[in-house]
């Protein structure tokens, strides 16, 4: 697949099948996370694996929704607030602007494969952060389900770019 069809064909998967993803096809989807770029090349990125049936059950229960519980894996994508970089001029935290693309390498990788995700920000952090035993600067900013999709690609509904794309100024 060439890059603007798998930009088109990515999708939020939200019912998986049971089969499960091949390991060397997972670690293809963290080597694309890996190698996002980030301001100053800080990388502030931590990705949790979760595949143990008892460490998914922690996770269905920060994010009530029963499709959740047909991913065989999640991934907790985790921005390091202690590494990343900061804006001289306003202090601005880039943490959460790099762990985004290096998530969104992840779910074009994972689509380049067969596979389906799902970003997820509405989760519980806090008891994430607990459960999972994150240390103080690390924050779990998107929960990441992959796995073979159950679902058809639906009918992307996006702006025109007429509406979105300015010339010159605003
Ligand atoms: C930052 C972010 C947070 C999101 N959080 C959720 C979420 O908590 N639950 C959910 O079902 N989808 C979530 N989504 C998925 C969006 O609803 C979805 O990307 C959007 O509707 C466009 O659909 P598409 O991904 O199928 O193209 C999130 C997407 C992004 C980028």
Redesign the pocket.
Known sequence: MNLNKIINQ???V?KYKTEPVEDDKLELILEAGRMAPSAANYQPWFFIVVRQPDNLKKLHSL?Q?DWIKSAPIIIIACADHSQSWKRSSDGKDSAEIDL?IAVDHMTLQATELGLGT??????DVTPCSELFKLPTDIEPV?LLPIGYPDVKL?N?KRKPLKEIVRWEEF
């Open positions: 990515r999708f939020s939200r994010y929704r985004a799902c970003w997820i920000c509405n989760f998107a639906p992307k």
